[in-house]
């Protein structure tokens, strides 16, 4: 049976969040159940890009600081570990840190940051396509790992929370490989499924106090939510989150396919703590639900394969000409035109949405195409 436990804050003040964290704890039988003396432990939060914690896109720092605060108690030696979007460097890890709170939470808890740019190559039995591959050496060193996702919309993928979180275990610009190899959406859901697999963290922590809604994974609104969840077993603590927020768990790649691996079982799975129907918000914008890529499966749609995808598109007025998105596209789809206007080739582009997920200025946009438009009119 797979233990989920939910718990709310009704805001991040340290304390009411230090209480929520201790209370999830006990009911997962007690930290002392998971952290040993001396045990080195990596937190492991969501960290996608430079944004002030407001902004819904990061780990709250307070649910970071309250986790590192009873690791500690318990004899833990903590380490927080993230790669980033963009360039895996010491300066980028610096900037992340800082903006995002955990250089604070740092110099507050004592727990060191990680500039270890290392990585470790693991061969991962359990794997479907990605059988060997390269991880952070620190998670790969530690004794422990804490994931502590973001509850958020993902624009690919649907939805990003505990098994997805585990995609920062790559190092920097080595996502973009992950992209490229597997730019059909279910292949990428299973590479996702297989890093998690390999970088194997054992506990699993959603921060869904302030969730994010809309153009997530990083251009969303935050939205209310008031709970953490969490478990041993991310996959449940996913398929939780999932219902919190009234999303079917099959229209998540990653979840469909887990279940379809034998990594999901409803049936066996023990929600405890607050009630969902408490804490459910009346709504919850997920705005990959309405993309085309959901009915695949039917075979007139098959025929147009790729053409039906949603894609990019940059709305000049509001860009900035940053380059961010030119250097986080894995096809290298995205440059300056002779008035420097960043271009997208869409020849080239494969929908994985990371110059939408990246662009600091909310200036990119997923689309429609039309002939996915007028299919979904003909269906209605």
Request: aromatic residues 8%; charged residues 25%.
């Amino acid at each position: 049976m797979s233990k989920v436990v939910i718990n709310t804050s009704e805001n991040y003040r340290y304390d009411r969040v230090l209480d929520c964290v201790n209370e999830i704890f006990k009911q997962l039988g007690g930290i002392e159940s998971i952290v040993k003396p001396g045990m080195r432990v990596a937190i492991k939060p969501n960290l996608l890009t430079s944004k002030k914690p407001d902004a819904a896109a990061t780990t709250h720092p307070a649910v970071v600081k309250a986790v590192i605060t009873l690791v500690q108690q318990a004899g833990g030696i903590v380490t927080i570990v993230e790669s980033p979007g963009g360039p895996f460097t010491t300066s980028m890890l610096k900037m992340v840190y800082a903006n995002t709170g955990m250089e604070e939470v740092a110099n507050e808890t004592g727990a060191e940051l990680n500039f270890d740019l290392r990585v470790e190559k693991v061969i991962n039995e359990d794997a479907k396509f990605v059988k060997s591959l390269s991880i952070l050496k620190p998670l790969k060193d530690a004794d422990l790992i804490i994931n502590i996702a973001k509850l958020k919309t993902h624009g690919m993928m649907v939805y990003t929370g505990a098994v997805k979180n585990m995609f920062g275990s790559i190092a920097g610009l080595e996502k973009a490989n992950f992209h490229l190899r597997f730019s059909d959406y279910d292949q990428f859901a299973h590479s996702l499924i297989d890093i998690f697999l390999a970088s194997k963290p054992q506990l699993n922590i959603i921060d869904g106090i302030i969730a994010m809604e809309g153009d997530g994974p990083g251009s969303g609104v935050p939205k209310y939510i008031g709970a953490l969840i969490a478990s041993e077993d991310a996959f449940a603590c996913d398929y939780t989150a999932l219902k919190v927020i009234n999303v079917d768990y099959k229209k998540v790649p990653v979840m469909r396919l887990a279940e379809e691996r034998g990594l999901l079982n409803i049936d066996d799975i023990e929600i405890m703590g607050a009630n969902i129907e408490d804490i459910s918000p009346e709504s919850f914008e997920v705005p990959a639900l309405k993309h085309i890529r959901e009915s695949f499966r039917f075979s007139l749609l098959r025929v147009f394969g790729d053409n039906l995808r949603p894609r990019p598109k940059i709305l000049h007025e509001k860009c900035i000409t940053c380059g961010k998105c030119m250097q986080v596209c894995p096809p290298k789809a995205i440059s300056p035109d002779e008035s420097k206007r960043m271009i997208i080739d869409y020849k080239k582009c494969i929908s994985c949405f990371c110059c939408h997920e990246f662009c600091p200025e909310h200036a990119i946009k997923i689309k429609k195409r039309f002939i996915s438009r007028f299919l979904e009119y003909k269906k209605k």
